[in-house]
């Protein structure tokens, strides 16, 4: 069975970059696409980028100047990294095997 | 940006009954490979989204067969034949057809009337 689990720090200050990282067990990333997706307070659900089994990637363009997915094969993990953070960052970070399996998620907090 | 509209952004049900939720596009989905990139989400209380409907109208497995999609171009519906007790939660249209960014409906959440 696919599992992903999301882990990271939940509070990051303003101007700091926010870093998670999804685990993924019962499957290879090496397959299929491997994206994240955040909500914010309220229903908005916003799709901010993936990276494919072959390592590209393919980002939101709202936040390509602040976004990088990057992955770990041999530890079956993939990244994001999300630089400058402001209050309007804070969200439920989730990381998905897009779009058919999807992490917990993260609660994350931008605030100092 | 591709917006999609969902309609109602609430609905009330009683347990049995058959529902709509009605998703809008500001584009065509129909993409030049012939394919439709909309797919249907649920998030029920304190869980991820879970993958219902793919493709328009595809099941995903294990989903039960109560749910069921339709639509082309720009209007994509989505029925509840027979409202159940777990169904309850947020209930989001995704479009990938003009991707990136993929790009979600605002959400329509069931509740029990």
């Known amino acids: 069975e696919v599992q992903l689990q999301e882990s990271g720090p939940g509070l990051v200050k303003p101007s700091q970059s926010l870093s998670l990282t999804c685990s993924v067990t019962?499957?290879?990333?090496?397959?299929?696409?491997w994206g994240w997706i955040r909500k914010f307070p309220g229903n908005k659900m916003e799709w901010m980028g993936y990276?494919?089994?072959?390592?590209?990637?393919s980002y939101n363009p709202s936040l390509k100047s602040r976004i990088s997915i990057t992955r770990d094969t041999s530890k079956n993990q993939f990244f994001l990294q999300l630089n400058s953070v402001t209050t309007e960052d804070t969200a439920t970070y989730y990381c998905?095997?897009?779009?058919?399996?999807w992490g917990q998620g993260v609660m994350v907090t931008v605030s100092s | 940006d591709v917006v999609l509209t969902q309609t109602p952004p609430t609905l009330s049900a009683t347990i049995g009954q058959s529902v709509s939720i009605s998703c809008r596009s500001s584009q065509s989905l129909l993409h030049s490979n012939g394919n439709t990139y909309l797919h249907w989400l649920l998030q029920r209380p304190g869980q991820s989204p879970q993958l219902l409907i793919y493709l328009v109208s595809r099941l995903e497995s294990g989903v039960p067969n109560r749910f069921s999609g339709s639509g082309s171009g720009t209007d994509f519906t989505l029925k509840i034949s027979g409202v159940e007790a777990e169904d309850l939660g947020v209930y989001y249209c995704?479009?990938?057809?003009?991707?990136?960014?993929?790009?979600f409906g605002g959400g329509t959440k069931l509740e029990l009337k």
């Open positions: 990276i494919s089994y072959s390592g590209s990637t």
């Open positions: 998905a095997r897009w779009p058919d399996y």
């Open positions: 995704v479009q990938g057809t003009h991707a990136p960014p993929w790009t």
């Open positions: 019962g499957y290879s990333i090496t397959s299929n696409y």
